[in-house]
T-cell receptor, first 109, second 117 residues
Framework: TQLLEQSPQFLSIQEGENLTVYCNSS?????LQWYRQEPGEGPVLLVTVVTGGEVKKLKRLTFQFGDARKDSSLHITAAQPGDTGLYLC?????????FGKGTLLTVNP | GAVVSQHPSWVICKSGTSVKIECRSL??????MFWYRQFPKQSLMLMAT?????????EQGVEKDKFLINHASLTLSTLTVTSAHPEDSSFYIC?????????????FGPGTRLTVL
């Protein structure tokens, strides 16, 4: 069984601060997705990384896939209240996704 | 692109009744659709995987006779919760994979909130 350990589970910060969320596994994944989910809605795909060492940027969000394709990180610069939500990492293998437990981020104004 | 819809968005039913939830991919064809269950402030729990024209594959511990899945076409999958009980109350979310892509990307519907009285 593949597992993805996501940390931290909860994060409450002030507007303007930076933060990093981590996803780690002992398994190799063919791809790694990051999703953001707001209460009462479905997850929205933010990014997909597929190459070891790959770095993708989406405005203030930077995503990195580990060289061995076992881990990933999400870094948010100058967080804003609109970034508040549940961030989920998901490792792709065969046709399924293995989800981390999520990071509940609250950005206080 | 890659829009997935779910209907209904919420439903309240009496214990013992059955509820059907529809999942549609609106602007693409989906080789595979997935059904998840989510409890408050928790991650998604995969219930089953459905492929068009074949039987669904259920995850361990999920009762296939209770959660009936039908994948009638490349754009429609349905989940029927049979003889619902209060413990079935949850947020149910479907997702779909695009036929032409191979990166395991899944696009999620907005979810259905089921409350069983």
């Amino acid at each position: 069984t593949q597992l993805l350990e996501q940390s931290p589970q909860f994060l409450s910060i002030q507007e303007g601060e930076n933060l990093t969320v981590y996803c780690n596994s002992s398994s190799v994944f063919s791809s790694l997705q990051w999703y953001r989910q707001e209460p009462g809605e479905g997850p929205v795909l933010l990014v997909t990384v597929v190459t070891g060492g790959e770095v993708k940027k989406l405005k203030r969000l930077t995503f990195q896939f580990g060289d061995a394709r076992k881990d990933s990180s999400l870094h948010i610069t100058a967080a804003q209240p609109g970034d508040t939500g549940l961030y989920l990492c998901a490792g792709g293998s065969n046709y399924k996704l293995t989800f981390g437990k999520g990071t509940l981020l609250t950005v206080n104004p | 692109g890659a829009v997935v819809s779910q209907h209904p968005s919420w439903v309240i039913c009496k214990s013992g009744t059955s509820v059907k939830i529809e999942c549609r991919s609106l602007d693409f064809q989906a080789t595979t659709m997935f059904w998840y269950r989510q409890f408050p402030k928790q991650s998604l729990m995969l219930m089953a995987t459905s492929n068009e024209g074949s039987k669904a594959t259920y995850e361990q511990g999920v009762e296939k006779d209770k959660f009936l899945i039908n994948h009638a076409s490349l754009t429609l999958s349905t989940l029927t919760v049979t003889s619902a009980h209060p413990e079935d109350s949850s947020f149910y979310i479907c997702s779909a994979q695009i036929l032409e892509r191979s990166y395991n990307e899944q696009f999620f519907g907005p979810g259905t909130r089921l409350t069983v009285l």
